[in-house]
């Protein structure tokens, strides 16, 4: 098998190379680079890996777990793992099992003749929840990967996703374009705040991302709040951010293959649509990330082990 581009893995996988990139920070794939060749290139062990560890993503394994099990290479590991990962599925399914008797209930009490609606009567609860009886769902033991992938997806949809509403205020804006545009847009911001002394200057810093392209070729972006009169130094440049209505959902460990959980969210809204807007790149939507400067001023900053992502989509009110 041909060393393959990053580009090639992605669209063989399905797999964003956001989310290729991301996994190779945190250790789970390696790459290597042709000569006079300035992006990755994947091996075939490498994309057998990667298939592995899409595998174990759509059974909800956390990517941390899924490392321990490709690092030790060892049965016994990933069966405990599994086992783990079953006892949590088995308790999510019987309190999803006892909401549903307990609505299926009130329906039933709310149809009889004459129902009056109180379902916050202590005692009418408590006679409905008592008179519940837990039992498990059978599953077919054999399930195909459309069965899986369309699981996979059907849980994504309830997502945990909330409604926040981010002030206008005044960034520094770091872009960079090329082979490890995210690594290179990192140190023009890191550079920035610490030639500036920025954390003295604002202690409520706020840090956003998004991929920003240009001419096909991959870019990043990092907006990094400062004070309203602050001088910016070349390459950074000084914008102003609109703020507006966003759609949030927390990641974290951060996989960013957890996108399409706000997407999917938005796109089965009731009460919002997407409100593709200002900055460019991914037409409104931003990272924010938090715990960024957390080792600030250290040789060997350690952030990136704390970090939290917001993945945040632009929303607008129905209506």
Not at 82 to 93: A, P
Not at 233 to 249: D, I, M, N, Q, S
Request: with cysteine; aromatic share 10%.
């Amino acid at each position: 098998m041909e060393l393959q581009s990053i580009s090639q893995v992605s669209r063989q996988l399905g797999i964003s190379t956001r989310t290729l990139r991301y996994y190779e920070q945190i250790g789970l794939i390696g790459s290597s680079r042709k000569e006079d060749f300035a992006y990755r290139v994947y091996d075939e062990d490498t994309v057998l890996r990667l298939q592995q560890v899409i595998v174990l993503r759509r059974l909800r394994i956390p990517l941390g777990q899924i490392a321990q099990i490709l690092r030790s290479g060892e049965a016994a590991v990933a069966i405990a793992t599994f086992q783990r990962n079953l006892n949590e599925i088995d308790d999510e399914i019987a309190a999803l099992s006892t909401i549903r008797s307990i609505l299926q209930a009130f329906i039933r009490r709310l149809d009889l003749p004459d129902a009056e609606l109180q379902l916050l009567d202590d005692e009418s609860l408590l006679e409905i929840v008592d008179s519940l009886t837990v039992t498990k769902n059978n599953f077919r033991e054999e399930k195909t990967m459309d069965d899986l992938n369309r699981a996979n997806e059907t849980l994504s949809k309830y997502a945990e996703v909330r409604i926040v509403r981010v002030p206008p205020m005044t960034v520094a804006c770091a872009h960079f374009v090329g082979p490890d545009a995210e690594g290179g847009a990192d140190k023009m911001v890191f550079k920035f705040a610490k030639d500036v002394d920025l954390l003295s200057k604002k202690s409520d810093v706020r840090i956003f991302g998004f991929n920003h392209d240009e001419n096909g070729t991959h870019g990043y972006e990092f907006w990094v709040s400062i004070p309203d009169g602050m001088e910016v130094p070349a390459p950074v440049e000084k914008r102003h951010f609109a703020g507006g209505l966003y759609g949030v959902h927390t990641s974290y460990p951060v996989h960013f293959e957890e996108w399409r959980v706000v997407y999917n969210w938005v796109g089965n809204n009731e009460a919002f649509d997407y409100d593709r807007r200002e900055p460019l790149g991914m037409d409104g939507c931003l990272e924010e990330h938090f715990n960024y400067f957390n080792e600030f001023g250290l040789q060997n900053p350690t952030r990136n082990k704390l970090l939290y992502i917001d993945f945040m989509i632009p929303v607008k009110e129905k209506g």
